[in-house]
């Protein structure tokens, strides 16, 4: 059983930066695959970036290339999403997610995760 904890969300200039902590309980958390989502308001939940085990394979979506870095800290049980150069459209909820039994190939896909946090919001004014 893993519990997800999401914070460092807030209000933020275009341009700005924010940087989210998902702190997670549980021993399974060194083996998981860890994904950060968003879900803007009417939209479907959205692919952000993903983190296996070990850190050093990283996935992420074309929308945040260049902007956005995942990173995690295993003997802290946390994962971290630095979000620079933010952007409107940035704007939702954003989610982490974990997932013990997760295949990397299917780790941008929400329906694979197994554990979720309850999301911190995320704005961005123009």
């Known amino acids: 059983q893993v519990q997800l904890v999401e914070s460092g969300g807030g209000l933020v200039q275009a341009g700005g930066s924010l940087r989210l902590s998902c702190a997670a309980s549980?021993?399974?958390?060194?083996?998981?695959?860890m994904g950060w989502f968003r879900q803007a308001a009417g939209k479907e939940r959205e692919f952000v970036m993903a983190?296996?085990?070990?850190?050093?394979?990283?996935k992420f979506a074309s929308s945040v290339k260049g902007r956005f870095t995942i990173s995690r800290d295993n003997a802290k049980n946390t994962v971290y999403l630095q979000m620079n150069n933010l952007e409107p459209e940035d704007t939702a909820v954003y989610y982490c997610a974990a997932g013990a039994r997760l295949r990397w190939n299917d780790a941008t896909l929400p329906s694979k995760y197994e554990y979720w946090g309850q999301g911190t919001q995320v704005t961005v004014s123009s």
């Open positions: 549980g021993r399974t958390f060194s083996a998981a695959i």
């Open positions: 983190i296996n085990w070990r850190g050093d394979n990283i």
